[in-house]
């Protein structure tokens, strides 16, 4: 007897379906919620089987690899997202490209991403961690990088993104954004966007009001090696 591995389309499909039981038990519509496919590590060709599958919203999370997708893919006139950490000498180029940013998470980084041009929707990252090395502002700051963010030319912000600790309840974890989201409508109401939720947790997420989700392997199969 053999055994095939599912294919993307079917992989693809699992999720959704996933995505819509969650949104049922939550008495949401699965229509509000938008699916990033993160696509990070993969050849562009890959992007265009998700894009024949009617995929419109990509995720990535390193800039050259990002940049270099995004202008082989041009012509699919997809929406591409930004989730990993930005360096302050990338943003402009993130920016020429990225649709939105998952990621900002600094004042520096607000600085850099300003624009009098054109305007950019962004996520304002929290970090749910006490390790300063991954990616996102302490929640205790939350609130004066949000008010930097809304008073920077250029930067639309969407919503609060996080990802959930390793070691704590994914759903506990997206509860806390949920509460800092409900924090900083205060200061911009909005901003009400939550990106959270991955492979393993969207369907916690989404009965925590996730909005958008990013999500790579159970949709893409496993990252190829990098050496
Ligand atoms: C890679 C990545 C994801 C997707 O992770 P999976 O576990 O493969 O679903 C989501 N968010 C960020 C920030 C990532 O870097």
């Known amino acids: 007897m053999t055994t095939t591995s599912p294919s993307l389309a079917e992989r693809l499909e699992f999720v959704r379906t ?53 202008a082989e893919l041009a012509d699919l006139d997809l929406t591409w997202h930004f989730v990993g950490q930005v360096q302050g000498k990338k943003a402009r180029a993130v920016r020429g490209y990225a649709n939105v940013i998952h990621s900002v998470d600094r004042e520096s980084l607000v600085s850099a991403l300003g624009s009098e041009q054109s305007v950019i929707d962004c996520f304002v990252q929290v970090n749910l961690t006490d390790d300063p090395e991954r990616g996102g502002v302490r929640p205790d700051l939350l609130e004066p990088l949000v008010e930097s963010v809304l008073a920077t030319a250029g930067l639309r912000l969407l919503g609060l993104m996080a990802v959930a600790p390793l070691g704590e309840e994914p759903r506990a974890a997206f509860a806390r954004v949920r509460g800092l989201s409900d924090g900083i409508r205060r200061l911009s109401p909005s901003s009400t966007a939550l990106s959270m939720g991955m492979s393993q947790d969207y369907p916690a997420a989404v009965l925590e009001g996730a909005t958008h989700l990013r999500i790579g392997t159970a949709i893409t199969g496993n990252r190829p090696v990098r050496s």
């Open 18 to 70: 996933g995505i819509a039981d969650a949104a049922r038990r939550a008495d949401r519509d699965p229509g509000a919620i938008t699916t990033v496919v993160v696509t990070k590590f993969h050849p562009a060709s890959l992007v265009r089987d998700l894009a024949d599958l009617g995929v419109r919203d990509i995720g990535e999370n390193r800039h050259q690899e990002a940049q270099s997708k995004a």
